[in-house]
């Protein structure tokens, strides 16, 4: 069953400016380590921001919450599954808010993409709930 759906679109100008204009403060207040790692070692760095930034918007819109009532940015992180696939790893309020959307019996799953097209990035956030029993394959983005 799906329990929401956020999207975002983001104009990379806007995360240029902003990494032009604040740097570290920016990527360290809104970003994980895993992520700043990653997106540090693109050439398109300001793409690869904006795509995470989006991602988060998107996620914390499908959890209902905006990054306000106890979620905030570097709860949600954009991870890459063994497969490649991108996913969101939430920890803190975020999972929080999560687990408190998902009923007993059942588990939660976000499949999340992401995509640029200068001066654009967009994500799109679905998160869904499956019964804990459901056979999966091993590399779906199921969170614990």
Known sequence: MIIGIGSDLIDIR???QTLERFGDRFTNRVFTET????SDRQKLRAASYAKRFAAKEAC???LGSGV??????RE???VNLPSGKPTIELTGGAMDRLMALVPEGFR???DLTITDDYPLAQAFVVISAWPSDWPQAPDAPVAD
Do not use: D, F, L
């Open 76 to 78: 949600m992180g954009v």
């Open 14 to 16: 806007r995360i240029e």
């Open 108 to 110: 939660p799953r976000i």
């Open 60 to 62: 914390s819109k499908a």
């Open 35 to 38: 992520e700043r790692r990653k």
């Open 68 to 73: 306000r009532m106890g979620v905030s940015w």
